[in-house]
């Protein structure tokens, strides 16, 4: 399938592999469905001037991890507030197009029903928590569903546990370090036990050593227990190892959508303004002097690793 | 000229924040501190605008104490950009925002008109003039209150987490603009965690952690310094990570910059196939 991209003024048609609406990552089971399908999306907020959405076309697999990125008012964070219901239901206007989630149409479920299937966890985590302890401010979401005590009692223990933080739970959330609360809004959300976790950003706040930590536990979160996970990022240096399928959006439209690889190796990437990892510029640039390595490399890892076997050539 | 003179601070909690530091900023300078979360590197540079007062030592901003100036006062030389930026924004329109300082300095409506055009220009908000800060999003709400600051031109600009939801182009301009205004004579401090970042603009870096001051010196020297970068809990630039596994290879790795990177790699390859 080829990708036509559009960029400003320009056309740009690159050859680029779609993932299929309908298949899983390796092989193609036609068996199972996208956990998000996405159909010539359009939204505009109310009261906006242009509309923030554009013919969005999307399909998610179930178990996949995703980065959603692109520049800076594309549109990304707009398209996760569709994905639990936020849109249209509580922001208003008309979302028009199609779209499912985990089975349910989102224009025909109300906020608490997507609730329970989709966890969405913001860049600030201050304005997340709000309880006067962490194991409150995780039980809260299933108090309000009105579980039985010694199911939430079980199930924000787990939660807690998975996110590393059973050690402070009597602590409140306020006194905690940046990276120790972003643990307890991911808690928070985990504890509902959704089958898709949307991060917007949620390390813009850390230091590097903090996010590193909180990238491997939503690593954990996808690969120990099959989480699909949507993470919106611009600093791919840090997060591209995880993924399996890069969405990059730009002025309300899907503008690349596919294997990581392929999306950083193309110039369309860079011109589009994405920030590739640096190890992918640097494959780029030993590229242009002849210099080839085994692969594209997207972390620094592998780019030591390919490196090593040209050096010692 | 900005003098820190052995500073201690503790906050009302307890805490700790700096424990002795010492550091001369002068001016036309380009400084990035840099640490993990915690580290003090916020609360110092709310000394050099006077919004923290030395609980011990003494700060001194151009020759005077910031004990003996009001921070409004200091605030027409220090401009200080927050982290948050809803913790500076208030006014109705983007447009309203920026002449805020500016009215309140005593520039006239016309020089302010004409600044906050300026502003707006220069950080690429032009087509939001007329909005509500509270509608943008959380990378153009930064944009505005730098704008907010730049607009009566300090002479220094204290800049924390300037990176902060910005996407990579956005960040790029930055750099651009931080270069830009520090080739003006302006001295510009970043407080920073973002690593590729300073690395990118290799500033003079000061690294802290636990509220003193561990390493200062050039980016290429300090990033790369991993018994150094560990004490301070910060990650090295990617290209950095990479020529760390290559050390035996006899490859140098105080590499930050990816153009480097490929010169060094290129010269090793062609003196290999040559010898």
């Known amino acids: 399938m080829t990708a036509k991209v559009i960029l400003g003024n320009h056309f740009w048609v690159a050859t680029l592999k779609l993932l299929p609406a309908c298949c899983c990552k390796q092989g193609g089971d036609p068996q199972q469905l996208a956990i998000?399908?996405?159909?010539?999306?359009?939204?505009?907020?109310?009261?906006?001037?242009?509309?923030?959405?554009?013919?969005?076309?999307?399909?998610?697999?179930?178990?996949?991890?995703?980065?959603?990125?692109?520049?800076?008012?594309?549109?990304?964070?707009?398209?996760?507030?569709?994905?639990?219901?936020?849109?249209?239901?509580?922001?208003?206007?008309?979302?028009?197009?199609?779209?499912?989630?985990?089975?349910?149409?989102?224009?025909?479920?109300?906020?608490?029903?997507?609730?329970?299937?989709?966890?969405?966890?913001?860049q600030n985590p201050e304005n997340q928590l709000f309880?006067?302890?962490?194991?409150?401010?995780?039980?809260?979401?299933?108090?309000?569903?009105?579980?039985?005590?010694?199911?939430?009692?079980?199930?924000?223990?787990?939660?807690?546990?998975?996110?590393?933080?059973?050690?402070?739970?009597?602590?409140?959330?306020?006194?905690?370090?940046?990276?120790q609360q972003q643990r307890v809004a991911i808690a928070s959300v985990l504890a509902m036990q959704p089958q898709i976790m949307v991060f917007d950003e949620p390390t813009s706040f850390l230091d590097p050593l903090g996010a590193q930590k909180i990238f491997e536990v939503i690593n954990d979160l996808n690969k120990k227990l099959g989480i699909t996970v949507i993470l919106v990022e611009h600093r791919l240096d840090l997060a591209s190892r995880y993924a399996d399928h890069v969405i990059i959006m730009d002025n309300g439209k899907i503008a690349l959508d596919g294997e990581p690889r392929e999306i950083f190796n193309l110039e369309t990437t860079r011109l589009l303004g994405v920030g590739?990892?640096?190890?992918?510029?640097?494959?780029?640039?030993?590229?242009q002097s002849d210099i080839k390595l085994e692969g594209v490399p997207i972390s620094s890892e592998e780019a030591t690793r390919y490196l090593r076997e040209v050096l010692k050539r | 000229m900005i003098e820190v003179k052995d500073v201690y601070f503790t906050y009302p909690t307890g805490v700790e924040a700096l424990k002795g530091v010492s550091l001369t900023i002068s001016d036309g300078e380009f400084v990035a501190i840099m640490g993990q979360n915690g580290a003090g590197k916020t609360t110092l540079v709310k000394h050099f605008n006077g919004l923290l007062k030395p609980a011990r030592g003494g700060v001194l901003v151009d020759g005077v104490s910031t004990k003996d100036v009001s921070v409004a006062k200091l605030a027409r030389t220090v401009g200080f950009v927050f982290q948050n930026p809803d913790h500076q924004l208030f006014s109705e329109t983007v447009q309203e925002e920026i002449a805020f300082g500016l009215?309140?300095?005593?520039?006239?409506?016309?020089?302010?008109?004409?600044?906050?055009?300026?502003?707006?220009?220069?950080?690429?908000?032009?087509?939001?003039?007329?909005?509500?800060?509270?509608?943008?999003?959380?990378?153009?709400?930064?944009?505005?209150?730098?704008?907010?600051?730049?607009?009566?031109?300090?002479?220094?600009?204290?800049l924390d987490e300037p990176t902060i939801g910005q996407d990579h182009r956005q960040k790029e301009?930055?750099?651009?603009?931080?270069?830009?205004?520090?080739?003006?004579?302006?001295?510009?401090?970043?407080?920073?965690?973002?690593?590729?970042?300073?690395?990118?603009?290799?500033?003079?870096?000061?690294?802290?952690?636990?509220?003193?001051i561990v390493a200062d010196g050039e980016a290429k020297r300090i990033l790369t310094d991993a018994a150094v970068t560990l004490t301070a809990s910060i990650v090295p630039p990617q290209i950095t990570q990479i020529f760390l596994g290559l050390k035996d290879f006899g490859l140098p790795v105080d590499v930050i910059d990816v153009s480097e990177a490929k010169r060094v790699l290129l010269e090793y390859l062609k003196g290999g196939s040559g010898a």
């Not at chain 1, 398209?79 to 979302?95: A, D, K, M, T, V």
């Not at chain 2, 907010?148 to 300090?154: H, I, T």
């Not at chain 2, 500033?203 to 509220?211: A, N």
């Open chain 1, 36 to 122: 998000i399908e996405a159909k010539a999306l359009a939204y505009m907020y109310p009261g906006g001037t242009k509309p923030s959405l554009t013919d969005v076309s999307i399909s998610i697999e179930e178990g996949q991890f995703v980065i959603l990125t692109g520049p800076s008012g594309c549109g990304k964070t707009t398209l996760c507030r569709c994905f639990n219901g936020l849109i249209p239901h509580f922001y208003g206007g008309e979302l028009k197009g199609e779209l499912t989630v985990a089975g349910l149409k989102v224009t025909k479920h109300q906020i608490f029903e997507m609730a329970q299937k989709v966890g969405l966890v913001f």
């Open chain 1, 131 to 179: 309880a006067l302890s962490v194991e409150k401010d995780v039980a809260f979401g299933l108090e309000n569903l009105g579980m039985a005590r010694d199911d939430i009692r079980k199930r924000v223990d787990w939660a807690l546990q998975i996110t590393g933080i059973a050690d402070i739970c009597e602590r409140a959330p306020h006194e905690l370090s940046g990276g």
């Open chain 1, 276 to 287: 590739v990892p640096k190890a992918v510029r640097l494959w780029h640039l030993l590229q």
């Open chain 2, 103 to 158: 009215r309140n300095f005593g520039f006239d409506e016309a020089t302010s008109e004409k600044r906050v055009t300026w502003a707006l220009n220069l950080l690429d908000l032009t087509e939001y003039r007329k909005t509500s800060p509270f509608m943008l999003s959380g990378g153009e709400r930064k944009r505005v209150a730098l704008a907010s600051v730049l607009a009566w031109d300090p002479k220094i600009v204290i």
């Open chain 2, 173 to 212: 301009n930055l750099r651009q603009f931080i270069v830009h205004l520090n080739s003006q004579g302006k001295t510009v401090v970043v407080v920073t965690h973002d690593v590729e970042f300073v690395a990118e603009c290799g500033p003079r870096v000061v690294l802290m952690t636990g509220g003193a």
